[in-house]
């Protein structure tokens, strides 16, 4: 059975999957679309090697930040990954905040799931200038029954419909149904990891100044000079898109700072979001808690 921590960015969720897997012997599955970068330590907070306890972990420094890591990249690198977990004797535990890779393992990948980001940002743009009831307009155009189905006036919704059908080239039910195939063979056990807002936030402001006392500058800065381009899918993420900005005297430090702490919390918000889909999670209010505790209360409960 897998073991999947999930949740917000800044909730608990490595240091709990550490003790959790010193617990019950397990080694971990990293899902996160950005610590599969390599150089990239800071500004993701990968866990030192202190900080691992020696639990072995996959997915982590798998990939150049030159190259596009995908969901379907992931999914294939996860299986492979908690296959041989498992032929081990231990239990494979899968923790991180990117929602769609973990439902790629137990909930499969559709067609559309393996798009890349531009179409996405196209269809954010389109929606800013012509509106949602335009976008649901498209919906019905490319898919009448999927347009029947879903909340028209929830734009998440919407653009993730018209995303899906539009680099698939199948409906959305269609779509649905290819994915059910490729669901991970084996049982899962979710925990969600949650915050109070207000605790929530501080947790990232703190987060987001820890990255910068650290060097989160040098470390970007190494990055463009290393040759990786600000445009490169890893130096959009948070903090490095930001930071290229600053050292390329695009923005002031102030500025650049005020963006990344802005960015994280949208950012978490979207996290809490779309974690809300899975009413068989086990959610855990981690305020106050250790991580020896969360992973206690995990155990109690697999």
Known sequence: MLVIIAGATATGKSGAAVSLAGIIGAEII?????????????????????????????????????????????????????????????????????????????????????????????????LAEKGLEHMAAILAALDP?????????????VLRAIEQIKSSGKTLREIRGAAADTIYKDSYKM??????????????????????????????KNLLDSGFLPGETAMQAIGYKEMAQY?????????????????????????????KKYPEAVRINTDGLTDKKIAGIIAGKI
């Open 145 to 157: 029954l999927a347009a029947a189905e879903i909340d028209l006036k929830n734009s998440r919704r």
């Open 30 to 126: 990293s899902a996160d679309s950005m610590q599969v970068y390599r150089g990239m330590d800071i500004g993701t907070c990968k866990l030192t090697a202190e900080e691992m306890r020696g639990i072995k972990h996959h997915l982590i420094n798998e990939a150049s930040p030159h190259e596009n890591f995908s969901a379907a990249l992931f999914k294939e690198l996860a299986e492979k990954a908690a296959d041989s977990i498992r032929a081990s004797g231990k239990t494979a535990i899968i923790a991180g905040g990117t929602g769609l890779y973990i439902n790629s393992m137990i909930r499969g990948l559709s067609p559309g799931d393996a798009a890349g980001g531009d179409l996405r940002e196209a269809l954010r743009k389109e």
């Open 247 to 275: 050292i390329k005297g695009l923005l002031s430090y102030e500025a650049a700072v005020g963006m990344i702490k802005s960015a994280t919390r949208n950012y978490a918000k979207r996290q809490e979001t779309w974690f």
């Open 191 to 220: 925990f969600i990891l949650e915050l109070p807002r207000s605790v929530l936030y501080e947790r990232l402001d703190k987060r987001v100044d820890g990255m910068l006392q650290r060097g989160l500058v040098g470390e970007v």
